[in-house]
């Protein structure tokens, strides 16, 4: 099994639709989880980061943690287009492990006018 | 707003050769990393680094890789002697405090290996 599970999709909404992105992992390490965001030939942008079980906010973006099921998801609300790129979650664990992250495949989003 | 440079965006090179990848962190932070994405697939971690040593490495920095601070605001992964593999898009990162926290990307070097 794969530590990390991320649909690549490709995913097209139109423009205002709530979008919901996921990931599962397998590592019960794993505690800090984070969302990029990555345009074409760009680097990874920090979109969220939570530590733990839980829901964050900030704007239209909310980053729920399922650490039981060992799922999480980045909501986004009226998406815009944008909010066109690659979504990937990426995930550490606390201990000697000194930051190393771990991604996912990344779920191509396009948000259509 | 403080960003990660690296450079150059793009480098060709012939297998066998020497690269230096450069990057420049952010200015107050104090971990580094670097990672490697092949197309179409995911971010791979390659090596972290803090206080002038390396923290932790993958199974890919193998002995062909190194990474060097050389003067207080570089940070720069040599890959001694290119393979037609290695082509791949490197990023560096860096974050402030003690990880797991935040890490913030450069734009990131497309190597090319012809």
């Known amino acids: 099994q794969k530590e990390v599970e991320q649909d690549p999709g490709p995913l097209s909404v139109p423009e205002g639709a709530i979008v919901s992105l996921n990931c599962t992992y397998s590592?019960?390490?794993?505690?800090?989880f984070m969302w990029y965001r990555q345009y074409s030939r760009k680097g990874p942008e920090l979109l969220m980061y939570?530590?733990?079980?839980g829901n964050k906010e900030d704007g239209r973006f909310t980053a729920q943690v399922d650490k039981s099921s060992k799922y999480i998801s980045l909501f986004i609300r009226d998406s815009q287009p944008s909010d066109s790129a690659t979504y990937l979650c990426a995930m550490s664990a606390t201990g000697t492990s000194y930051g190393k992250l771990t991604f996912g495949q990344g779920t191509i989003l396009t948000v259509h006018p | 707003e403080p960003e990660v440079t690296q450079t150059p965006s793009h480098q060709v090179t012939q297998m066998g050769q020497e690269v230096i990848l450069r990057c420049v962190p952010i200015?107050?932070?104090?971990?580094f990393y670097w990672y490697r994405q092949i197309l179409g697939q995911k971010v791979e971690f390659l090596v972290s680094?803090?206080?002038?040593?390396?923290?932790?490495k993958s199974e890919i920095f193998d002995d062909q890789f190194s990474v060097e601070r050389p003067d207080g605001s570089n940070f720069t992964l040599k890959i001694r002697s290119t393979k037609l593999e290695d082509s791949a898009m490197y990023f560096c990162?860096?974050?402030?405090?003690?990880?797991?926290?935040?890490?913030?990307f450069g734009q990131g070097t497309r190597l090319t290996v012809v």
């Open positions: 200015s107050n932070h104090l971990y």
């Open positions: 680094f803090y206080n002038n040593e390396i923290s932790e």
């Open positions: 939570t530590y733990s079980s």
């Open positions: 990162a860096s974050s402030e405090t003690r990880p797991p926290t935040e890490a913030f």
């Open positions: 590592n019960s390490a794993f505690q800090y």
